[in-house]
Nanobody, 117 residues
Framework: QVHLVESGGGLVQAGGSLNLSCVAS????????MAWYRQVPGKERGTVAV???????IYANSVKGRFTISRDNAGNTLYLQMTNLKPEDTAMYYC???????????WGQGTQVTVSS
């Protein structure tokens, strides 16, 4: 199975930037799309950005123009470049991988992003 480990979260002031990384290991041949999700305690997890196996990105409207999702050619590392951060971006950010069944079967442990105003 695929194992995912996120890193790069932290505390940043509004308007600042952070770069998140997600390292994948295991059965990488089964990975199709990958994505970043975020969740605030007590709320449902929401999609931040998705990137296809071919590298085509799709973004949530709330982060368009501010965040950039990318993946390396080997498919073992997923990135999220975040700029012009806002307090509403504060959340636990999770990396996810889409398996051969096209379900989001693999999840990382999360990395906390806190944006102060």
């Amino acid at each position: 199975q695929v194992h995912l480990v996120e890193s790069g979260g932290g505390l940043v002031q509004a308007g600042g930037s952070l770069n998140l990384s997600c390292v994948a290991s295991g059965s990488l041949f089964s990975v199709n799309a990958m994505a970043w999700y975020r969740q605030v305690p007590g709320k449902e997890r929401g999609t931040v950005a998705v990137i296809s196996r071919a590298g085509t990105p799709i973004y949530a409207n709330s982060v368009k123009g501010r965040f950039t999702i990318s993946r390396d050619n080997a498919g073992n590392t997923l990135y999220l470049q975040m700029t012009n951060l806002k307090p509403e971006d504060t959340a636990m950010y999770y990396c996810a991988a889409q398996g051969s069944t096209y379900s989001w079967d693999s999840w990382g442990q999360g990395t906390q992003v806190t944006v102060s105003s």
